[in-house]
């Protein structure tokens, strides 16, 4: 008996990602190519942000329902991320031309309608290959979302079904974590959502 199942026992359900993800902890896989960015097309390559930290938010389509609404909150809340010393990239397998045109397209039309964080085209979908999430079957990216700190090293990652929208507070909360960790150099509580606060720094226990 195989380890591993197999079409035939299975009836061809089951798809195996063979090529994984990357390692947490170690440098981010790198990356370059065409992005939009302030209505321009520009180039962007993943040392532009080295010394920040970075949150690549992977998406499938453009001119879809949902992708729209998550870019349009993350865009819409970037100056939270750059409060924490952080950009924000979003990318699909579109092309960057595809991304001007959606981005030049009004909100009510199904548009982006002007964006502030860039968003790269992973045209040739090599990007998404490296970082484990392309559907080779679609030809798309998956919905994910990766944490890379100032050392570009991974921190975060989290891969969800194409249909679930995405919580940007809960990428705030992952990079606030991120930065506690950063600073105090010890696992991060689950106490507060200000991790920032006195109270939750480290503490010597006082044996007198």
Same mark, same amino acid.
């Given at each position: 008996?195989?380890?591993?199942?197999?079409?035939?026992?299975?009836?061809?359900?089951?798809?195996?990602?063979?090529?994984?993800?990357?390692?947490?902890?170690?440098?981010?896989?790198?990356?370059?190519?065409?992005a939009v960015h302030n209505a321009k097309i520009v180039?962007?390559?993943?040392?532009?942000?080295?010394?920040?930290?970075?949150?690549?938010?992977?998406?499938?389509?453009?001119?879809?329902?949902?992708?729209?609404?998550?870019?349009?909150?993350?865009?819409?809340?970037?100056?939270?991320?750059?409060?924490?010393?952080?950009?924000?990239?979003?990318?699909?397998?579109?092309?960057?031309?595809?991304?001007?045109?959606?981005?030049t397209t009004p909100r009510k039309q199904g548009g !982006? @309608?002007?964006? &502030?964080?860039?968003?790269?085209?992973?045209?040739? %979908?090599?990007?998404? #290959?490296?970082?484990?999430?392309? +559907?080779?079957? !679609? @030809?798309?990216? &998956?919905?994910?979302?990766?944490?890379?700190?100032? %050392?570009?090293?991974? #921190?975060?990652?989290?891969?969800? +079904?194409?249909? !679930?929208?995405?919580?940007?507070?809960?990428?705030?909360?992952v990079i606030e974590a991120c930065q506690f960790v950063?600073?105090?150099?010890?696992?991060?509580?689950?106490?507060?959502?200000?991790?920032?606060?006195?109270?939750?720094?480290?503490?010597?226990?006082?044996?007198?």
């Amino acid at each position: 008996m195989s380890e591993l199942p197999c079409d035939e026992e299975c009836g061809g359900q089951v798809v195996i990602n063979a090529r994984g993800t990357p390692p947490l902890m170690r440098p981010a896989p790198f990356w370059r190519g065409p992005a939009v960015h302030n209505a321009k097309i520009v180039n962007l390559t993943m040392r532009d942000f080295s010394g920040k930290y970075l949150a690549l938010v992977f998406y499938p389509y453009d001119f879809t329902i949902i992708c729209p609404t998550e870019l349009i909150q993350f865009n819409d809340r970037i100056e939270e991320f750059q409060d924490l010393d952080c950009e924000v990239v979003a990318i699909s397998t579109d092309s960057q031309y595809t991304h001007l045109a959606w981005v030049t397209t009004p909100r009510k039309q199904g548009g !982006l @309608g002007g964006m &502030s964080i860039p968003i790269l085209s992973d045209k040739n %979908q090599k990007i998404s #290959r490296r970082y484990g999430v392309l +559907d080779e079957q !679609l @030809g798309v990216a &998956s919905k994910a979302v990766f944490i890379i700190d100032k %050392q570009q090293k991974l #921190r975060h990652m989290s891969i969800t +079904d194409m249909a !679930l929208p995405r919580s940007v507070d809960e990428v705030l909360r992952v990079i606030e974590a991120c930065q506690f960790v950063d600073k105090y150099g010890t696992v991060c509580p689950m106490r507060s959502t200000n991790l920032e606060t006195e109270e939750l720094a480290p503490k010597l226990e006082d044996n007198e």
